[in-house]
């Protein structure tokens, strides 16, 4: 198999940003300590275009499971929407297991992924998906590659760090900054015509939205969830 670094470098050269050097991130001060999101009966979430969480998706001790075999399916959102934040949690998936984790995700469409940049979830060994860089775990979904691969083995827990101020994002996977880019510009919108999301012309434009745990049918797991508002000082 071609080593992920060498894909990675592929990607690149191809005109693909694996880190956005040339940005900044805006100053920011936080407005609020964390919030925890898991919580028996998950009051702070609702399915995707629904009123109550569906019932696919579960409180297990300290976990949030979702169990593909359970009726009542559907993405699952924050009830409130978030501008400027960090999210922090932890993910697991079993074998060829497939979900993501998106952000200022509207209702106004058909899917979250039709409006919210997505933070893949993934079994790179096993799933087709891992052995694109562009779709593997930890990637901005087919638009920037991480910089190495650094998910540990199948069944263990996978930290994440998602930081949202402004247009710019960065992303950690196991406490490795993975992929940093910019929303907004002309350079994404350019990236985004170019991709699978070229029919969602609102695609990563909103400025605020609900953050989504996605149904993509595996089960998945996600422990110690939270996340605090932040204020991005002259974010645009």
């Known amino acids: 198999?071609?080593?992920?670094?060498?894909?990675?470098?592929a990607a690149a050269v191809l005109g693909v940003t694996v880190l956005t050097a040339g940005c900044s991130m805006p100053a920011v001060a936080e407005e609020e300590e964390f919030v925890n999101l898991l919580t028996t009966g998950l009051p702070e979430w609702r399915g995707y275009k629904q009123e109550t969480v569906p019932s696919s998706w579960q409180v297990e001790g300290d976990e949030l499971v979702f169990i593909p075999s359970v009726d009542g399916r559907g993405d699952l959102i924050t009830r409130q929407e978030?501008?400027?934040?960090?999210?922090?949690?932890?993910?697991?998936?079993?074998?060829?297991?497939?979900?993501?984790?998106?952000?200022?995700?509207?209702?106004?469409q058909p899917a979250p992924y039709s409006t919210g940049a997505e933070m893949q979830v993934l079994d790179n060994e096993l799933h087709v998906d891992g052995k694109n860089p562009l779709t593997s775990a930890g990637s901005n979904y087919a638009l920037h590659a991480p910089s190495r691969d650094v998910t540990r083995p199948v069944?263990?827990?996978?930290s994440v760090r998602l930081l949202v101020v402004g247009p710019r994002v960065k992303q950690w996977?196991?406490?490795?900054?993975?992929?940093?880019?910019?929303l907004w510009t002309p350079?994404?919108?350019?990236?985004?015509?170019?991709?699978?999301?070229?029919?969602?012309?609102?695609?990563g434009l909103n400025r605020?939205?609900?953050?989504?745990?996605?149904?993509?049918?595996?089960?998945?797991?996600?422990?110690?969830?939270s996340v605090r508002r932040?204020?991005?000082e002259g974010a645009q």
């Open 1 to 9: 198999m071609t080593p992920f670094s060498s894909l990675v470098t």
């Open 82 to 108: 978030y501008a400027d934040f960090e999210l922090r949690l932890e993910w697991r998936v079993g074998p060829a297991g497939n979900s993501g984790i998106f952000f200022r995700v509207s209702e106004d």
């Open 155 to 158: 069944g263990e827990y996978n």
């Open 173 to 182: 996977l196991n406490d490795e900054l993975v992929v940093d880019y910019e």
């Open 187 to 203: 350079e994404w919108k350019e990236l985004v015509a170019g991709s699978k999301f070229r029919s969602m012309p609102g695609y």
């Open 208 to 225: 605020t939205g609900h953050i989504a745990l996605q149904d993509h049918g595996d089960p998945i797991a996600f422990r110690n969830i």
């Open 230 to 232: 932040l204020n991005a």
